[in-house]
């Protein structure tokens, strides 16, 4: 018995509007599983074929180009609002294959599978000589950074005890001889204050936790070295603002504004 | 048999389909 028409695919236009809304589907699922790493956006869809499915719907098959944003996968700031990592900053390239189920409309994600790949070397001291590159985030200045931001965050933090999530970028800069570091936090979950901390790994992780994010440099003189952080909490509805001062007495809690309720932390941007 | 003078055939410029436009930049 001949089988039955063959299933043939048709081949519209990368540019097509309906290739995009599949592809910006695609990137959107990207964006909401991954855990860890930056949010990712769409720069340029390589192939596209589209498979009739029975009994009903199509299944875009993609190939991607995407590109890094400077937003964490746990930032809650909309993608548009996310600016693409520059190549001076050392870009990094996502290629992805995308299986889209198109049914009544609306697009699902069948099949995601992406690699993520930073800018040559090369590229980026073409475009400029002196600019830092990225660094391995298990070298020891870029551990030893981010273990002395997060000290200086939580000593600032009134009474809450953060840990490290994840390390999610780091470069070494060579003038003047500093780290800068760029992680991930979740806290203040921990039944530890920041002031009774004698051995982290014994805090416990509570139930309500809160994630944040920091950019730090370290930055090496005689005698010692200074630390520059400044971190953000992500609140479910966004991160919000509040800025400590540095030279106030840390063990002295600032308090919340009035209009803000004193069980809502709101910790933002804090130049420690 | 009358043979038709054969017309030069100047293929119409194929629109690459893909790949599409880069939005930013490529690396």
């Known amino acids: 018995v001949p089988l039955g028409p063959a299933l043939a695919y048709r081949q519209p236009n990368c540019d097509d509007p309906e290739t995009e809304q599949a592809a910006l589907a695609a990137v959107d699922y990207i964006n909401s599983h991954m855990l860890q790493g930056y949010k990712h956006t769409l720069n340029q869809i390589d192939k596209v074929k589209v498979w009739p499915r029975r009994p009903m719907g199509e299944v875009f098959e993609l190939e991607i180009d995407t590109l890094e944003t400077t937003c964490h996968v746990l930032d809650p700031t909309p993608l548009a609002n996310c600016s693409v990592r520059q190549l001076v900053e050392h870009a990094v390239e996502g290629d992805c294959d995308f299986r889209v189920l198109k049914q009544d409309g609306q697009f699902s994600v069948l099949f995601a599978k992406c690699d993520s790949s930073p800018d040559s070397a090369e590229d980026v001291r073409r475009l400029c000589p002196g600019c830092p590159l990225l660094a391995p985030l298990n070298d020891t200045k870029v551990v030893h950074a981010v273990d002395v931001a997060l000290t200086a965050f939580n000593a600032q933090s009134n009474g809450s005890y953060f840990r490290l999530l994840e390390v999610s970028r780091a470069q070494l800069v060579p003038l003047p001889p500093s780290t800068y570091v760029e992680f991930a936090f979740a806290g203040p979950a921990t039944d530890c204050a920041a002031k009774d901390v004698t051995d982290p790994a014994k805090c416990n992780l509570l139930a309500e936790k809160q994630y944040g994010f920091c950019k730090a440099t370290l930055t090496e003189k005689i005698g010692g070295e200074d630390v520059a952080v400044t971190c953000t909490v992500f609140q479910t509805q966004g991160p919000d603002v509040v800025t400590v001062d540095p030279g106030a007495d840390p063990a002295v809690p600032v308090p919340s504004p009035p209009d803000v309720p004193v069980a809502s932390l709101v910790v933002g941007p804090m130049v420690v | ?27």
């Open chain 2, 1 to 27: 048999t009358v043979v038709q003078p054969g017309i030069a055939v100047v293929p119409d410029p194929v629109l690459r389909p893909c790949p599409g436009r880069i939005r930013y930049f490529k690396v």
